[in-house]
């Protein structure tokens, strides 16, 4: 095959809606080449050599920052972090002026974590650089949904017909929104349970079931996808106290004991443990979170490589 730029339809990834089948398709298929770099000795390819990105995150991150960093570094691009603490935005900088200020130093692509929803929009508007969604608000988390999608598929194979179940606090996590528009376009049936605080309004039109008893549906589906209490988000009373919700909604080891043999579970992180999700879970056989993390280098290795549009050859994206 020729070396040449893959076909491109994404100026920008701000949300799962925007992103066609053929998208999804060629960001699945260079994860899975990206995957197979991060597996040699030297886990580097010269892929996106002299571009450089920022990490625009004005909310808190381990894994997402860390991950696209690393994406970065992996495809030896060079990812400048920002530090909200030492920025100017202390002094009265607004978002847009910041975001210019940057790419004003010349960057290819800007990787926006924010609490107002519509953030990374608002900036795709009004820059040159490529922008990517990392969160906005309680809005979406598209990569988030596409490493878990990747991470499934890569463990059932296929998502098409699986039933999956999304637990927690549904109204608060934009990790929610995104994986049921993921999960749906790839064929699953969906279907979401909390407590009626925390089940955002007509969720139902998104193409989901609605339950308010977990040991009602747990029991029935294919994955399980627990999603954590969003303390930060949440005002007093969303739900009575931490030991009611866990024994209501939380994956108890008594619960895990009682899960489909070929069920999986999956969580973004971060966990809380004894809330969401008992200890046990993570020597369940079939928890897939460390699997998200490393998933998530790979994914949004081929998110930054398509959008910067990096030239490799379509069967191995570097040389070994």
Same mark, same amino acid.
């Given at each position: ?52 990105f920022v990490n625009l995150f004005f909310e808190a ?72 969604n990392a969160g906005d608000g309680c809005h979406e ?26 637990? =927690?606090?549904?109204?608060?996590? #934009?990790?929610? %929104?995104?994986?049921?528009? +993921?999960? $749906?376009?790839?064929? *699953? &049936?969906? !279907? ?44 007093? =009373?969303?739900?009575?106290?931490? #030991?009611?919700? %866990?024994?209501?909604?939380? +994956?108890? $080891?008594?619960?895990? *004991? &009682?899960? !489909? ?60």
């Amino acid at each position: 095959m020729s070396s040449k730029a893959p076909a491109r339809s994404l100026r920008h990834l701000l949300g799962i809606a925007e992103l066609s089948d053929e998208d999804i398709a060629a960001i699945f298929s260079h994860a899975e080449m990206f995957k197979s770099v991060l597996g040699r000795p030297i886990p580097v390819v010269p892929a996106l050599r002299g571009k450089t990105f920022v990490n625009l995150f004005f909310e808190a991150s381990t894994r997402t920052a860390s991950s696209f960093a690393l994406a970065a570094s992996r495809l030896s691009a060079q990812c400048l972090g920002f530090s909200l603490a030492a920025s100017a935005v202390r002094k009265g900088e607004t978002l847009l002026d910041t975001a210019r200020n940057i790419e004003a130093m010349r960057v290819d692509g800007v990787i926006i974590r924010h609490s107002m929803a519509g953030a990374a929009r608002f900036l795709s508007e009004r820059l040159r650089a490529f922008v990517v969604n990392a969160g906005d608000g309680c809005h979406e988390h598209p990569t988030q949904a596409l490493l878990d999608a990747f991470t499934l598929r890569e463990k059932l194979g296929t998502l098409e017909g699986r039933r999956v179940l999304l637990v =927690g606090d549904i109204a608060h996590s #934009r990790v929610a %929104r995104s994986n049921i528009l +993921l999960f $749906r376009r790839l064929g *699953a &049936r969906v !279907a979401v349970c909390g407590p009626p605080t925390l089940i955002p309004p007509r969720v139902e039109e998104l193409g989901c079931e609605v339950f308010y008893r977990l040991d009602r549906v747990l029991y029935e589906v294919d994955v399980v996808n627990m999603l954590r209490v969003q303390n930060e988000r949440i005002g007093a =009373g969303a739900f009575p106290s931490v #030991r009611e919700y %866990r024994a209501l909604f939380g +994956l108890t $080891r008594e619960r895990l *004991a &009682r899960l !489909a043999r070929s069920a999986v579970v999956i969580h973004p992180g971060p966990v809380n443990w004894g809330v969401e999700m008992d200890y046990e879970v993570s020597d369940f056989p079939h928890a897939l979170i460390m699997n998200q993390v490393t998933n998530g280098v790979a994914v949004r290795m081929a998110v930054l490589y398509l959008l910067a549009g990096g030239h490799a050859d379509e069967d191995s994206p570097a040389p070994a």
